[in-house]
């Protein structure tokens, strides 16, 4: 069989959904971006060393046919204009001498440092072998091309599988990290350059979890669906990952999320909740201000093309010779790949465990293993697999017989079918998988021969196929007895099994996947588009705006933004890493710093006094200049009377809720009831709410707040928003004026505003912060002053904390752990690829125009010129 055949997919039975279709609201392209971990080619490269001649193969590859075929099925027979988005792979040299991607024989023969002109050339081989001009490679060229696999196939491929990690030092798991952060931010430089308004990005799998929110922060209107093909572990596996937070927020940036089955929905929503803290339904995350859909919707085959490649003459003839070959003995076929969860142990022990118990099969059964190789992870396995079938064997083998035929090679898809359709027996006994295409396409290869299939109750075909016959792969004993059992199956038995099973296969066939998906997905996005969706803050962006500014100004919340929520208010003191950063920022005279918190001035003096920052206590009532000792009463001259009928309130609610205390501020009164029974507090918490505003907040100017687990009472007059106001309109470094209340743009010199103004807040209480910057950046766009090279003003107001609550700010960031990582980049502490950004990178994964970017490019100059002398030479 061809391998350029295998990229053709055939067409539905039913009209496939049509861009005309959609809600005309949308406005789409007609385009969906197919993003893929890599293409279905594969590039090898050919160095004669006598002659210098570089010779290069673009040849396809086997393995995702489902995904592929989803694509093709698009681009061939649908009025979408599908483009295909992926990486290359890792280039394969076969050369005369040995050579390998990790080894370095030269730069004249390395065919890592392609120049541009090389590159165009194999790219026009790629869309001349996917028989298709929208194709786009992703190129990474680095000497260790696997680098990029280690995070998504050492980390989170194991735990996803329930694969728990050895302890380590955590070094090479973080420069694992940093190879993903770039994999996905090249992607997303190359989606850059090929997405229009419109279009459908749709992203494929976990190699990719941190692209949807990338192109988020880039397309807020952005149409973005993320495919999970992988199982999604429970919340408990889940959060042993170290970046467990980015992880989420990454794939959150999706509109629309899929699974396998719903198990995995379920697992997802369970770490949303869990890890991230976001408000959940059945099918949906609230959270950014938007809702994101989840659903599960099992992928599945192209039955046409199937049914078409299975059942050729050619076929005909090899299944014709494996039954001569193994002439009165029953076959059992496996393919697996041959890692820890795909069970070629488990079913090795099975089959031995069948052989020992019904010894009337000896002789009489063969099992012919495939086994591709799996991509990391898998020695320990083959070397138990080989001492498996070793034994097997030895024990119940002679000269003329072999009970297991283990092939660890991948086969031609030929044999693959022929194998499929001689087998009287399936047996897949993975302990954890997403889709097993194996299960589906034996259901097709058996319609003429009614063989039974076992299936493994821990994959995600078993929700496909329910009429399958599901056992446990740790139970060998089970298994044996169910081997024995379809032996001995009626005819028609397997005749009824084998219709049902197909008739489920048929009816979920990729193309109807495919249409489905794409469906369900416009049909969300029509109805959450009003919603304004709050990406994740672009950290890289924000190096680059503060690098390139000379007045910066910080507005920082306390609680819940700089240090976590915790039910003891006095035990949230400052860490360490958060006094290094702080001293680090304050150090730098561009830089003021303002710390605006509900905490009495006490507190923060007494934590926080020591620092070159300005405070503002009781949220704006009092304040302390930068570098001053003495506090400001803002709320000296206005009637305070009304303090005294809130405490009563706060004691008559104190007396009937245990666990609640009242704190008596100079100005504000708060009543906390973080401590009470959660029931029972939020429900008193309700009446003393409604009771305060239907008494004090009608006789007196106050405002009655609700925040985290507390009810506050202060001063209408004074919040963080006025506080916010003095200190945006103050010239930058000079000393606040107390009594200047109402300030404009026109009171200060244009040169003496601040160029930046990173504002941080996690409660309803900032949203004040967050209003006043956006009314003084809408006044600044208005009165048309002159904006930065990246078109702002450098104002970022950003919310901390679970983002199911809505908010005015433009960006969120998950926890105030977050926070510090952000602030630690600023200074210099933290890498840039500690979290997903917007990273101009090379070919090769630098930083565009760094020192490592202009030694690759002197590099790949070199060597060009270096094959070209030796090809003249020759």
Same mark, same amino acid.
């Given at each position: ?19 005309? +279709? ?169 989606? /850059? ?28 209107? $952005? ?126 022990? $099975? ?60 086969? *031609? ?10 087998? *009287? ?58 081997? =024995? ?71 920082? +919340? ?20 958060? =006094? ?19 905490? *009495? ?22 304040? /302390?200049?930068?570098?001053?000792? #003495? ?62 505003? +239907? ?50 743009? #026109? +009171? ?50 950003? $919310? ?33 690829? #500690? ?40």
């Amino acid at each position: 069989m061809s391998g350029l055949d295998q990229l053709f997919a055939y067409p539905g039975d039913t009209r496939a959904l049509s861009p005309q +279709d959609a809600d005309a609201k949308l406005k789409l392209s007609g385009r969906v971006l197919n993003i893929m971990t890599s293409l279905p080619t594969q590039i090898y490269n050919d160095y004669n060393y006598k002659t210098g001649q570089q010779d290069w193969r673009v040849e396809s590859v086997r393995g995702n046919s489902a995904l592929y075929s989803s694509h093709f099925f698009l681009d061939q027979h649908t009025e979408w204009e599908s483009h295909l988005i992926a990486w290359t792979g890792e280039i394969v040299h076969q050369s005369g001498r040995q050579n390998n991607s990790n080894t370095v024989v030269g730069d004249a023969d390395d065919s890592l440092y392609l120049d541009d002109k090389e590159k165009q050339n194999l790219e026009t081989l790629i869309r001349k072998s996917c028989k298709s001009e929208n194709v786009h490679p992703v190129w990474l060229l680095r000497k260790d091309q696997h680098r990029w696999r280690k995070y998504p196939e050492n980390v989170l491929w194991p735990v996803f599988h329930y694969i728990q990690g050895q302890p380590s030092n955590g070094k090479a798991e973080t420069d694992a990290w940093h190879d993903y952060v770039k994999f996905n931010e090249v992607y997303f430089n190359r989606i /850059k350059t090929i997405y229009k308004p419109g279009d459908i990005i749709w992203i494929h799998d976990y190699y990719l979890f941190l692209l949807p929110q990338l192109l988020r922060m880039e397309f807020p209107d $952005a149409y973005i669906g993320l495919y999970v093909h992988v199982p999604f572990p429970s919340s408990e596996y889940f959060r042993c990952l170290s970046k467990r937070s980015q992880i989420l927020d990454g794939m959150l940036g999706a509109d629309k999320i899929g699974f396998q089955s719903e198990s995995f929905q379920r697992h997802f929503l369970s770490c949303a909740a869990r890890v991230l803290g976001y408000e959940v339904t059945a099918n949906e995350v609230l959270a950014y201000g938007t809702s994101i859909s989840v659903e599960t919707l099992p992928i599945g085959i192209d039955t046409k093309k199937i049914n078409h490649d299975a059942f050729s003459i050619g076929i005909d003839e090899k299944v014709a010779a494996l039954r001569e070959i193994y002439s009165g003995k029953k076959i059992i076929v496996g393919r697996d790949r041959l890692d820890q969860v795909r069970g070629v142990a488990q079913k090795l022990q $099975a089959f031995e465990m069948f052989l020992q118990m019904y010894p009337e099969w000896r002789d009489k059964v063969v099992l012919i293993q495939v086994s591709s190789p799996a991509f990391s992870h898998g020695g320990k396995v083959e070397k138990k697999v080989a001492e498996l079938v070793n034994h097997i064997n030895s024990e119940y083998g002679n000269l003329n017989y072999t009970p297991v035929l283990h092939y660890q090679m991948r086969i *031609d898809k030929d044999e693959y079918f022929a194998l499929l359709r001689v087998a *009287d027996l399936a047996l897949i006994t993975s302990v954890r998988d997403g889709m097993s295409t194996t299960a589906l396409e034996f259901v097709i290869c058996q319609q003429k021969h009614n063989s039974p299939l076992i299936l493994s109750e821990f994959t995600g075909t078993s929700s496909v196929l329910t009429e399958s016959i599901l056992v446990n792969p740790w139970d060998s004993v089970g298994i044996a007895k169910t081997m =024995n059992d379809c032996f001995n199956m009626s005819e028609d038995s397997k005749r009824n099994l084998q219709e049902r099973l197909y008739i489920q296969a048929a009816s979920n066939t990729i193309q109807i996947w495919t249409s489905n998906f794409l469906s369900h997905f416009l049909s969300h996005v029509s109805r959450t588009r009003q919603s304004h969706y709050i990406p994740s803050l672009n950290r890289p962006l924000l190096l680059n705006n503060y690098k390139m500014s000379k007045r910066r100004l910080f507005l920082f +919340d306390y609680d819940g933004t700089l240090t976590p929520i915790v039910k003891d208010p006095a035990a949230a003191i400052p860490s360490q890493r958060l =006094n290094d950063i702080l001293d680090s920022l304050s150090a730098d005279p561009k830089n003021q710093i303002w710390i605006i918190s509900g905490r *009495d001035q006490a507190f923060l003096d007494k934590w926080l006094g020591s620092k070159n920052v300005g405070l503002s206590a009781e949220h704006g009532c009092f304040m /302390k200049d930068i570098g001053s000792k #003495e506090w400001v009463n803002l709320a000296a001259s206005f009637d305070m009377s009304w303090q005294k009928k809130v405490e009563e309130v706060f004691k008559y609610y104190t007396e009937k809720t245990p666990g609640t205390h009242i704190e008596i501020k100079k100005v504000a009164l708060t009543w906390h009831y973080r401590r009470a029974d959660p029931e029972l507090g939020s429900f008193q918490a309700g009446k003393c709410y409604q009771q305060l505003l +239907d008494t004090v907040a009608k006789e007196y100017e106050v405002e009655v707040m609700t925040g985290k687990a507390n009810i506050e009472v202060r001063p209408r007059f004074l919040n963080k928003g006025e506080i916010v106001k003095r200190l945006a309109l103050n010239p930058h470094g000079a000393k606040q004026d107390t009594h200047a209340v109402k300030k404009t743009r #026109e +009171d200060i010199p244009l040169d003496e505003l601040p160029d930046f103004m990173l504002c941080l807040g996690d409660d309803l209480t900032d949203e004040d912060m967050f209003r006043s910057l956006k009314d003084i950046e809408n006044e600044w766009h208005l009165n048309d002053l002159p904006k930065n090279e990246y078109g702002t003003y450098g104002v970022y107001p950003v $919310a901390v904390g679970p983002a199911s609550k809505k908010t005015i700010a433009t960006s969120h960031l998950n926890e105030p752990s977050q926070v510090l990582e952000t602030l630690g980049l600023l200074t210099g502490q933290v890498s840039l690829f #500690e979290s997903a950004g917007s990273v101009e990178l090379d070919d090769r994964g630098h930083i565009a125009n760094s020192a490592s970017s202009e030694r690759s490019k002197s590099a790949i100059r070199a060597a060009t010129i270096r094959r070209k002398e030796f090809k003249e030479k020759v």
